[in-house]
């Protein structure tokens, strides 16, 4: 079999988790793009291992370390994400701006520094 | 049968009494695994005492870089002796433990890491491989770490615990390079090589010298020695028992053991030797000095523990190695019988203060007994274990003052005498504050109950009996590593009679103003000696007050000079903020977006420029 | 009958017959049965009472945390099975390696079960 | 723990000595059940002792009983009386796709018009059918069963009392005076 | 040529044995289940005590109409239980009834059979989503619930004889299985048996779908044939689980004349275990769910790792 | 082509355009059964290029435990029956020109530096239980143990976000 067969298909799931990556709103569904471009990934190993008929079988070995890796990840992401659901009502990751650079992040910013450096009032 | 079942079994323990929990029971089956782990420790040991075998079990290997780690295991006649010192002092301190954290919430934690604790001892005592024996070092810097803050509410046991840990762990630095540079010396890990090569001459003078060094750091941190021996009187606030476990067979004496079996690549570094030398001489009169003007009974004993551990090392440094090995199990019985017999008397009356103690004669009688056993192997009273054991030390010191005429023998000599004396001194100071005159402070309310008498009374006995080892040298040195007697007749004469000369001034101090503290005879002194020549104070001002001015220094420094610049820059840079600001919307997929932008740029780039 | 691949054409094939059986099944449902339907026979059954709000209800939260539960534990038992088949030739070390894992993964039983998270509240 | 185990074990035990045994389900339709006294098979009604008093059906917890009736004159028994009217029953439905079965409006009937009858194979393939008007109500009434006899012991019926007490007055009684019932 | 003949030929085989022997579980499920609570069961379809009674009911099933509620998510609802059923089928082609007498004996057969089991929960999750219903959902989630935390049970008991036999095959499983397996394996067998028990939901462990409190969780909108090949997945999902246990814990085909009768012991046993499935549903009470996670979690996982350290001492020893 | 490239193209094509599915498709669990589709496809993939074990790991954990994983999460976020309007953001088209360039240039590079190499399938299972297993427990011990300490720390995270949910927000 052409080598090729496993690897574009690899490379289009990569890209096509990169795009629901890059473009879904709900968080979970982001994260199923991550869990795409992770299995492109993981064809990509099982193959090469098939090709090399490598010894020691890292592409396998590591194949399974990326799957509960995977698991481990997937399932505190979503953990994270319901959190957010609890706290927001939502989890449309466009809407989840608390780290916007905004005049209130400003405040707490300037907040900080006088607390870290001890200098009273900033320059505000 | 298998040297690993010492090893597993008190592991499988520490499981087994954390799943337990808060139940009655925990305390009776930690102390059923200590008894299970001292049977196996006695199967194991038992064939090796005093002979000259040894017996390696490989459990596995494991590919490294350079040379394999070998998850291997020996039992030689040293290793024997030490299962034996740590399994029986484990089993009974576990014992004790049953009724002294009776109503400890947090007995099951504390039991499970007794047992953890005996894991690591076992561990490094029989590991055959350098890095084997690291994992169990470093375990039992961990477990002791917990232990000593066991009581976590109060602020001088977590400043305990944090010290202890930190000191320890700064020799361990210099450890693990040794174990570094003695692996590439010799092209392996085991312990048993570096010594073939060493004795054989195939390692050289400077590799066995920087080696040993570095090894001695870690000694000398776990083992409390000048200049990191401040955190074992701060220990103190842990529990009792555990005082027992770390100052009479577990922790300290690793250092020793350690030192003891890389005995054949000491021997090859002189330099080494020296070092040692006067790091024991320094200790060993100091700690004792600081012990005699301690108010607190446990941090007397642990100044006594730092003291003794100086022996040791004093007679290691010599090639005294049958007369250091004799000490720290001499040493071991008397200092575990000496916690556990504070551990009674705190138990009875609540504190470890002396100040408020006196006159507990009566109301604990075999407290009293069992502990003036200990005070007297302490002490060196013949015909007590301590007598023959110290006597061995200054015996091969002595020798190697007057045959080799070195330096070293001579300082060590001076330094032990004089170290007999306020020895001498600080043991009958305490015994006379704690058991005879007036009572002071707080009146017993019972003696202990039997599971906590009957380590005393086991131990004492020990350190009764113990001296008879001296008939059998073959016992503690199967190998004939030193040569000469462990029995000096006129040595052990001329301390004997200095002993009991300070024995009786002390007593007659005290005698002459009834009940006053013998240690007020130093005057001004003693505030000095209680603060313990304010050590502390000076790694405050020597390290922690610089790097405190220095950290000071910058901050005025950024503040003063190189802020305006900053501000400047950031007003500049504010500008060119808000207009960037618009790109900073907290959105997490814009971010993304331009980061799988940039790498694919820079992949087409490479791409490109690469042909 | 031997080779790899061949190992594999029964299951191919019972999978392309089991797909074909229930699609047969349903074909042949959608010949025999009636088809008489009313607003009434279409609203969502709740045990006669009419529907109010949408099919959907907040769910506690522990269920995840028992899937989440299984999914690690999952990862783990799957080590199992090429360690079931490898161990008794390899010996203890293995057994050691697997024991160790085994064993971190217990502690976090352990952690969980004293947490109270094995408690269906 | 040990009583949890013999628990088990218990559950087992009892569901195989059943399954051992013979069953007792009654073949119905090919054997007849024996039905015990005063089954609740199906309302009959006497229509004649029916005065519409309607107690009845208000007490009907289930709404399932539908009576309709109209006012008729009756001629004066006797000359120089008042007319007096009467309720004359139109409708008595039962609808027993609606019935519980309490008995409540049976013991309501202040004239014994209505009576169980054992009768219980009435279904019906349509719902409407089950609604039974009053000659059907009629009809199940000749599948009364005669009141099964009364125990030995038992008090004797108040009726019986009372008649026996009228028979005694009007034995002892003078003649002429009628005695109170 | 002749080579897909063979292939053929077995599915077909197993196909028979997957539509069949799930009848004939559940006509002694009817039949044991009446007589032990003293009734007697069907009596009348067939003539001979109601023996064709499951046929009646397919026929039946196949007419009923086809209702999927205005509410619902008509794709996933209508595929839900195909879904259900199909992994189950796939499974029945690695159990082995005989010496050869096997679908395909797989090199990791059993980790092939629980892989595709695992597949099944998504059946129900989808039903109990797509029906739009509340009950539904709940029971959805509950069986997903269920079964996760009974799967780890299952496959850690699961491993055990594999661990003692040293391969994944079924065949050799079998093959390696010596009587006093029986006692040195027995709680391994009933930590499966159990959890098995829970993955089919068969009663004690039917909360998921308990009728008294959500109706019939995800299956609550469902009539007609797709009811019942729910149903028929849960019979299906009977004879798989006795089958696993008589190859794994039961030694399969060993026994007294296994040359001749191997493929009839095999079947034997699975029918024993089939039947203290039937009898288990009606001799117990049904667990609430706070019992059925923490039965799971702090009864059989423990056991389960408690008899993998036996396992493998002894293996090893 | 033989029967197993024809096979795995074929599986390829289906998971190709199952992943486009996930990532396009507007109900939400529509996306998550997808992604079954995808997975256990891909699954397929593994059996043809002779990784048995890997194969059914995948439909274990990935199938049975993770997608499940997936749907509780998008049940318990509120999951509708029905489509849902806007579950892309405005930044679709830039995602979705940049994915496309991604693509291209993956796929243009590997045909450039794999044009003409060939797997050898010779009919021999590469990675059956036992081989794995006897990497996985000789050559990989390390990351395999450091494994169980992260499971560890996950499930101890998952833990302490479900418990801190009860003394209640921040």
Same mark, same amino acid.
């Given at each position: 079999?052409?080598? #090729?067969?496993?690897?574009?298909?690899?490379? #289009?799931?990569?890209?096509?988790?990169v795009?629901?990556?890059?473009?879904?709103?709900?968080?979970?569904?982001?994260? %199923?793009?991550?869990?795409? %471009?992770?299995?492109?990934?993981n064809?990509?190993?099982?193959?090469?291992?098939?090709?090399?008929?490598?010894?020691?079988?890292?592409?396998?070995?590591?194949?399974?370390?990326?799957?509960?890796?995977?698991?481990?990840?997937?399932?505190?992401?979503?953990?994270?994400?319901? %959190?957010?659901?609890?706290?927001?009502q939502?989890?449309?990751?466009?809407?989840?701006?608390? #780290?916007?650079?905004?005049?209130?992040?400003?405040?707490?910013?300037?907040?900080?520094?006088?607390?870290?450096?001890?200098?009273?009032?900033?320059?505000? | 049968?298998?040297?690993a079942w010492?090893?597993?079994?008190?592991?499988?323990?520490?499981?087994?009494?954390?799943?337990?929990g808060?139940?009655?029971?925990?305390?009776?089956?930690?102390a059923?695994?200590?008894?299970?782990?001292?049977?196996?420790?006695?199967? @194991?040991?038992?064939?090796?005492?005093?002979?000259?075998?040894?017996?390696?079990?490989?459990l596995?290997?494991?590919?490294?870089?350079?040379a394999?780690?070998?998850?291997a295991?020996?039992?030689?006649?040293l290793?024997a002796?030490?299962?034996?010192?740590?399994?029986?002092?484990?089993?009974?301190?576990?014992?004790?433990?049953v009724?002294?954290?009776?109503?400890?919430?947090?007995?099951?934690?504390?039991?499970?890491?007794?047992?953890?604790?005996?894991?690591?001892?076992?561990?490094?005592?029989?590991?055959?491989?350098?890095?084997?024996?690291?994992?169990?070092?470093? $375990?039992?810097?961990?477990?002791?770490y917990?232990?000593?803050?066991?009581?976590?509410?109060?602020?001088?046991?977590?400043?305990?615990?944090?010290?202890?840990?930190?000191?320890?762990?700064?020799?361990?630095?210099?450890?693990?390079?040794?174990?570094?540079?003695?692996g590439?010396?010799?092209g392996?890990?085991?312990i048993?090589?570096?010594?073939e090569?060493?004795?054989?001459?195939?390692?050289?003078?400077?590799?066995?010298?920087?080696?040993?060094?570095?090894?001695?750091?870690?000694?000398?941190?776990?083992?409390?020695?000048?200049?990191?021996?401040?955190?074992?009187?701060?220990?103190?606030?842990?529990?009792?028992?555990?005082?027992?476990?770390?100052?009479?067979?577990?922790?300290?004496?690793?250092?020793?053991?350690?030192?003891a079996?890389?005995?054949?690549?000491?021997?090859?570094?002189?330099?080494?030797?020296?070092?040692?030398?006067?790091?024991?001489?320094?200790?060993?009169l100091?700690?004792?000095?600081?012990?005699?003007?301690?108010?607190?009974?446990?941090?007397?004993l642990?100044?006594?523990? $730092?003291?003794?551990?100086?022996?040791?090392?004093?007679?290691?440094?010599?090639?005294g190695?049958?007369?250091?090995?004799?000490?720290?199990?001499?040493?071991?019985?008397?200092?575990?019988?000496?916690?556990?017999?504070a551990?009674?008397?705190?138990?009875?009356?609540?504190t470890?203060?002396?100040t408020?103690?006196?006159?507990?004669?009566?109301?604990?009688?075999?407290?009293?007994?069992?502990?003036?056993?200990?005070?007297a192997?302490?002490?060196?009273?013949?015909?007590?274990?301590?007598?023959f054991s110290k006597d061995? @030390?200054?015996?091969? @010191?002595?020798?190697?003052a007057?045959?080799?005429?070195?330096?070293?023998?001579?300082l060590l000599?001076?330094?032990?005498?004089?170290?007999v004396?306020?020895?001498?001194?600080y043991?009958?100071?305490?015994?006379?504050?704690?058991?005879?005159?007036?009572?002071?402070?707080a009146?017993p309310?019972?003696?202990?109950?039997?599971?906590?008498?009957?380590?005393?009374?086991?131990?004492?006995?020990?350190?009764?009996?113990?001296?008879?080892?001296?008939?059998?040298?073959?016992? @503690?040195?199967?190998?004939?590593?030193?040569?000469?007697?462990?029995?000096?007749?006129?040595?052990?004469?001329?301390?004997?009679?200095v002993?009991?000369?300070?024995?009786?001034?002390?007593?007659?101090?005290?005698?002459r103003v009834?009940?006053?503290?013998?240690a007020?005879?130093?005057g001004?002194?003693?505030?000095?000696?209680?603060?313990?020549?304010?050590?502390?104070?000076a790694?405050?001002?020597?390290?922690?007050?610089?790097?405190?001015?220095?950290?000071?220094?910058?901050v005025?420094t950024?503040?003063?000079?190189?802020?305006?610049y900053?501000?400047?820059?950031?007003?500049?840079?504010?500008?060119?903020g808000?207009?960037?600001r618009?790109?900073?919307?907290?959105?997490?997929?814009?971010?993304?977006?331009?980061?799988?932008?940039?790498?694919?740029?820079?992949?087409?780039?490479?791409?490109?420029?690469v042909p | 009958?031997?080779?790899?691949?061949?190992?594999?054409?029964?299951?191919?094939?019972?999978?392309?017959?089991?797909?074909?059986?229930?699609?047969?099944?349903?074909?042949?449902n959608?010949?025999?049965a009636?088809?008489?339907q009313?607003? &009434?026979?279409?609203?969502?059954y709740?045990?006669?009472?009419?529907?109010i709000? &949408?099919?959907?209800?907040?769910?506690? +939260?522990?269920?995840?945390v028992?899937?989440?539960?299984?999914?690690?534990?999952?990862?783990d038992?799957?080590?199992?099975?090429?360690?079931?088949?490898?161990?008794?030739?390899?010996?203890?070390?293995?057994?050691? &390696?697997?024991?160790?894992?085994?064993?971190?993964?217990?502690v976090? +039983?352990?952690y969980?079960?004293?947490?109270?998270? +094995?408690?269906?509240t | 723990?040990?009583?949890w185990?013999?628990?088990?074990?218990?559950?087992?035990r009892?569901?195989?000595?059943?399954?051992?045994?013979?069953?007792?389900?009654?073949?119905?339709?090919d054997?007849?059940?024996?039905?015990?006294?005063?089954?609740r098979g199906v309302?009959?009604?006497?229509e004649?002792?029916?005065?519409?008093?309607?107690?009845c059906?208000?007490?009907?917890?289930?709404?399932?009983?539908?009576?309709?009736?109209?006012?008729?004159?009756?001629?004066?028994v006797?000359?120089?009386?008042r007319?007096?009217?009467?309720?004359?029953?139109?409708?008595?439905?039962?609808?027993?796709?609606?019935?519980?079965?309490?008995?409540?409006?049976?013991?309501a009937?202040?004239?014994?018009?209505?009576?169980?009858?054992?009768?219980?194979?009435?279904?019906?393939?349509?719902?409407?059918?089950?609604?039974?008007?009053?000659d059907?109500?009629?009809?199940?009434?000749?599948?009364?069963?005669?009141?099964?006899?009364?125990d030995?012991?038992?008090?004797?019926?108040?009726?019986?009392v009372?008649?026996?007490?009228a028979?005694?007055?009007?034995?002892?009684?003078?003649?002429?005076?009628?005695?109170?019932? | 040529?002749?080579?897909?003949?063979?292939v053929?030929?077995?599915?077909?085989?197993?196909?028979?044995?997957?539509?069949?022997?799930?009848?004939?579980?559940?006509?002694?499920?009817?039949?044991?289940?009446?007589h032990?609570?003293?009734?007697?069961?069907p009596?009348?379809?067939?003539?001979?005590?109601?023996?064709?009674?499951?046929?009646?009911?397919?026929?039946?099933?196949?007419?009923?109409?086809?209702?999927?509620?205005?509410?619902?998510?008509?794709?996933?609802?209508?595929?839900?239980?195909?879904v259900?059923?199909?992994?189950?089928?796939?499974a029945?082609?690695?159990?082995?009834?005989?010496?050869?007498?096997?679908?395909?004996?797989?090199?990791?057969?059993?980790?092939?059979?629980?892989?595709?089991?695992?597949?099944?929960?998504?059946?129900?999750?989808?039903?109990?989503?797509?029906?739009?219903n509340?009950?539904?959902l709940?029971?959805?989630?509950?069986?997903?619930?269920?079964?996760?935390?009974?799967?780890?049970?299952?496959?850690?008991?699961?491993?055990?004889?594999?661990?003692?036999?040293?391969?994944?095959s079924l065949?050799?499983?079998?093959?390696?299985?010596?009587?006093?397996w029986?006692?040195?394996?027995?709680?391994?067998?009933?930590?499966?048996?159990?959890?098995?028990?829970a993955?089919?939901?068969?009663?004690?462990?039917?909360?998921?779908?308990?009728?008294?409190?959500?109706?019939?969780?995800?299956?609550?909108e469902?009539?007609g044939?797709?009811?019942a090949?729910f149903?028929?997945?849960?019979?299906?999902?009977?004879?798989?689980?006795?089958?696993l246990?008589?190859?794994?814990?039961?030694?399969?085909?060993?026994?007294?004349?296994?040359? *001749?009768?191997?493929?009839?012991?095999?079947l034997?046993?699975t029918?024993?275990? *089939?039947?203290?499935?039937?009898? *288990?549903?009606?001799?117990?009470?049904?667990?609430?769910?706070?019992?059925?996670?923490?039965?799971?979690?702090?009864?059989?996982?423990?056991?389960?790792?408690?008899?993998l350290?036996?396992?493998?001492?002894?293996?090893?020893? | 082509?033989?029967?197993?490239e024809?096979?795995?193209?074929?599986?390829?094509?289906?998971?190709?355009?199952?992943?486009?599915?996930?990532?396009?498709?507007?109900r939400?669990?529509?996306?998550?059964?997808?992604?079954?589709?995808?997975?256990?496809?891909l699954?397929?993939?593994?059996?043809?290029?002779?990784?048995?074990?890997?194969?059914?790991?995948?439909?274990?954990?990935y199938?049975?435990?993770?997608?499940?994983?997936?749907?509780?999460?998008?049940?318990?976020?509120?999951a509708?029956?029905?489509?849902?309007?806007?579950?892309?953001?405005?930044?679709?088209?830039?995602?979705?020109?940049l994915?496309?360039?991604?693509?291209a240039?993956?796929?243009?590079?590997?045909?450039?530096?794999?044009?003409?190499?060939?797997?050898?399938?010779?009919?021999?299972?590469?990675?059956?239980?036992?081989?794995?297993?006897?990497?996985?427990?000789?050559?990989?011990?390390?990351?395999?143990?450091?494994?169980?300490?992260?499971?560890?720390?996950?499930?101890?995270?998952?833990?302490?976000?479900?418990?801190?949910?009860?003394?209640?927000?921040?």
């Open positions: 079999m052409l080598l #090729l067969f496993p690897l574009v298909v690899s490379a #289009l799931l990569f890209s096509i988790g795009y629901g990556v890059l473009a879904r709103r709900n968080a979970v569904l982001v994260l %199923m793009g991550v869990e795409l %471009m992770l299995n492109a990934v064809l990509n190993l099982v193959a090469f291992d098939t090709y090399l008929r490598d010894v020691v079988h890292s592409g396998q070995v590591l194949t399974l370390f990326v799957i509960a890796v995977a698991a481990a990840e997937l399932g505190l992401g979503l953990a994270i994400v319901l %959190m957010i659901f609890r706290s927001h939502h989890i449309d990751i466009d809407r989840l701006r608390e #780290l916007s650079d905004s005049d209130a992040a400003d405040e707490a910013i300037a907040r900080d520094h006088q607390i870290w450096t001890g200098v009273a009032g900033g320059e505000r | 049968m298998n040297p010492v090893i597993a079994l008190p592991a499988v323990g520490a499981l087994v009494v954390l799943g337990l808060t139940r009655a029971a925990t305390g009776w089956v930690g059923a695994f200590g008894l299970v782990t001292w049977l196996a420790g006695l199967w @194991v040991a038992l064939p090796y005492v005093g002979s000259a075998e040894s017996e390696r079990h490989v596995g290997e494991m590919a490294t870089g350079v394999p780690i070998e998850v295991l020996t039992v030689d006649g290793a002796l030490l299962v034996l010192l740590a399994t029986t002092v484990a089993f009974l301190v576990l014992l004790y433990s009724s002294y954290l009776r109503d400890e919430p947090r007995r099951a934690t504390y039991t499970a890491l007794v047992l953890l604790f005996t894991t690591a001892m076992a561990t490094v005592v029989l590991a055959d491989d350098l890095f084997v024996l690291l994992v169990g070092w470093e $375990v039992m810097g961990a477990c002791s917990f232990l000593i803050g066991h009581y976590w509410e109060r602020p001088d046991a977590r400043a305990g615990a944090v010290k202890a840990f930190l000191l320890t762990r700064l020799g361990d630095i210099g450890f693990l390079f040794g174990i570094f540079v003695l590439t010396a010799t392996s890990w085991s048993g090589a570096a010594n090569s060493a004795a054989s001459g195939a390692m050289s003078t400077s590799q066995a010298t920087v080696a040993m060094l570095l090894v001695l750091c870690g000694v000398v941190g776990k083992s409390a020695q000048f200049p990191l021996h401040t955190w074992l009187p701060d220990a103190m606030p842990g529990p009792t028992p555990i005082s027992a476990l770390i100052h009479a067979a577990t922790m300290v004496a690793a250092g020793v053991y350690l030192v079996r890389l005995d054949d690549v000491m021997a090859a570094s002189p330099v080494a030797r020296s070092v040692l030398a006067v790091i024991a001489a320094v200790t060993m100091g700690a004792a000095l600081f012990a005699v003007a301690q108010d607190d009974l446990k941090r007397v642990a100044w006594s523990t $730092v003291s003794q551990l100086a022996y040791m090392f004093a007679a290691l440094a010599v090639g190695y049958a007369a250091g090995v004799y000490h720290l199990l001499s040493h071991g019985a008397f200092k575990a019988l000496l916690f556990l017999a551990g009674s008397v705190a138990h009875a009356i609540g470890t203060a002396m408020e103690m006196g006159g507990l004669r009566r109301a604990l009688p075999v407290t009293f007994w069992t502990m003036t056993v200990g005070f192997a302490l002490a060196g009273l013949p015909p007590v274990v301590g007598f061995a @030390v200054l015996g091969v @010191v002595s020798e190697e007057f045959q080799h005429a070195s330096w070293q023998g001579w000599l001076v330094s032990g005498l004089l170290t004396v306020v020895t001498a001194a043991s009958i100071r305490a015994w006379l504050l704690v058991f005879c005159g007036e009572a002071r402070g009146r309310q019972h003696e202990a109950p039997w599971s906590m008498r009957a380590p005393l009374v086991l131990l004492a006995l020990a350190s009764l009996a113990g001296g008879v080892l001296v008939l059998t040298p073959d016992l @503690v040195d199967p190998l004939g590593r030193t040569e000469g007697e462990l029995v000096h007749p006129v040595l052990a004469a001329v301390t004997t009679v002993l009991l000369v300070t024995l009786l001034l002390t007593y007659a101090e005290w005698w009834d009940g006053l503290d013998p007020e005879r130093f001004p002194t003693r505030r000095l000696l209680h603060r313990e020549l304010g050590f502390d104070r790694y405050d001002l020597g390290i922690a007050l610089p790097t405190w001015a220095l950290a000071r220094t910058v005025a950024d503040r003063d000079v190189v802020e305006p900053v501000r400047g820059a950031g007003t500049g840079a504010r500008w060119l808000l207009g960037l618009w790109l900073q919307r907290g959105n997490v997929q814009v971010y993304v977006t331009a980061v799988v932008a940039g790498g694919l740029l820079l992949g087409l780039g490479a791409g490109w420029l | 009958m031997d080779g790899y691949y061949a190992s594999y054409a029964p299951v191919l094939a019972i999978v392309v017959a089991g797909v074909g059986l229930v699609a047969s099944i349903f074909a042949a959608r010949l025999l009636p088809r008489r009313s607003p &009434e026979k279409l609203l969502t709740e045990s006669g009472v009419d529907p709000g &949408e099919g959907w209800a907040q769910i506690h +939260l522990r269920y995840y028992f899937a989440y539960l299984y999914v690690i534990f999952a990862v038992a799957v080590f199992l099975f090429p360690w079931a088949t490898v161990f008794a030739g390899l010996g203890w070390t293995v057994v050691g &390696e697997m024991a160790v894992f085994i064993g971190f993964i217990a976090g +039983l352990l969980a079960w004293r947490k109270g998270v +094995l408690t269906w | 723990m040990s009583s185990g013999s628990g088990l074990l218990d559950g087992l009892v569901t195989w000595r059943n399954l051992t045994r013979r069953s007792v389900t009654a073949q119905y339709p054997a007849m059940p024996v039905l015990p006294p005063r089954s309302i009959a009604l006497i004649e002792n029916c005065t519409v008093c309607m107690l059906a208000r007490e009907c917890p289930a709404w399932c009983i539908y009576i309709d009736s109209h006012k008729e004159v009756v001629p004066p006797e000359e120089g009386a007319e007096r009217s009467r309720n004359v029953l139109d409708q008595f439905d039962i609808d027993f796709s609606l019935c519980m079965y309490c008995s409540i409006c049976i013991e009937c202040p004239f014994d018009a209505l009576h169980w009858s054992p009768e219980f194979e009435y279904a019906e393939y349509d719902i409407r059918d089950l609604t039974h008007d009053k059907r109500l009629r009809d199940w009434m000749w599948t009364v069963p005669v009141p099964p006899a009364l030995p012991a038992a008090e004797e019926p108040k009726e019986v009372a008649a026996r007490k028979a005694d007055v009007k034995d002892t009684a003078p003649p002429g005076q009628e005695p109170k019932a | 040529m002749a080579e897909w003949v063979e053929v030929l077995r599915v077909l085989v197993v196909i028979a044995a997957f539509l069949v022997l799930p009848l004939l579980v559940g006509q002694t499920e009817h039949k044991a289940m009446a032990m609570q003293s009734r007697v069961g009596m009348y379809a067939g003539g001979f005590h109601g023996w064709a009674q499951l046929v009646a009911d397919g026929v039946k099933f196949a007419q009923k109409e086809d209702v999927v509620p205005a509410a619902a998510d008509r794709t996933v609802f209508k595929l839900a239980p195909a259900a059923l199909l992994p189950y089928l796939v029945f082609v690695a159990i082995p009834v005989g010496p050869g007498l096997v679908g395909q004996d797989l090199d990791l057969g059993l980790f092939f059979v629980l892989a595709v089991m695992s597949v099944g929960v998504l059946g129900s999750l989808m039903g109990g989503w797509a029906s739009a509340k009950y539904s709940l029971g959805g989630m509950r069986i997903a619930a269920q079964l996760m935390a009974y799967e780890l049970p299952f496959v850690l008991a699961a491993v055990s004889p594999a661990m003692a036999a040293g391969t994944l065949t050799g499983i079998v093959e390696a299985w010596q009587w006093w029986l006692l040195w394996q027995l709680p391994a067998m009933v930590v499966f048996f159990v959890a098995g028990l993955e089919l939901r068969r009663p004690p462990f039917d909360m998921p779908v308990a009728d008294s409190e959500i109706v019939f969780g995800p299956y609550t469902y009539t044939l797709r009811f090949l149903l028929l997945a849960e019979y299906a999902g009977i004879v798989l689980l006795s089958a246990t008589a190859v794994l814990f039961l030694g399969g085909w060993q026994g007294p004349f296994e040359g *001749a009768l191997g493929w009839l012991w095999t034997v046993k029918g024993v275990v *089939a039947f203290v499935v039937i009898w *288990a549903r009606v001799a117990y009470p049904r667990l609430r769910e706070d019992q059925l996670q923490s039965l799971a979690w702090k009864v059989l996982v423990p056991v389960a790792l408690a008899q350290a036996l396992t493998t001492v002894v293996a090893v020893a | 082509m033989s029967a197993v024809v096979l795995f193209a074929l599986l390829g094509l289906v998971a190709v355009g199952s992943a486009l599915l996930v990532v396009t498709t507007a939400l669990v529509h996306a998550a059964l997808w992604l079954v589709v995808t997975l256990g496809a699954a397929g993939c593994y059996l043809l290029l002779a990784a048995e074990f890997v194969a059914w790991v995948q439909v274990l954990i199938v049975g435990a993770v997608v499940v994983l997936l749907l509780f999460a998008l049940m318990l976020t509120r509708p029956t029905a489509a849902e309007a806007g579950t892309v953001t405005a930044n679709r088209p830039l995602a979705a020109g994915a496309v360039l991604v693509a240039a993956l796929v243009s590079s590997l045909v450039a530096g794999f044009r003409d190499v060939r797997i050898d399938l010779d009919d021999s299972v590469v990675g059956s239980a036992e081989t794995t297993g006897e990497a996985l427990f000789t050559s990989w011990v390390l990351p395999f143990e450091v494994l169980s300490v992260l499971l560890l720390a996950a499930l101890v995270g998952a833990i302490v976000l479900s418990r801190s949910t009860r003394g209640g927000g921040r």
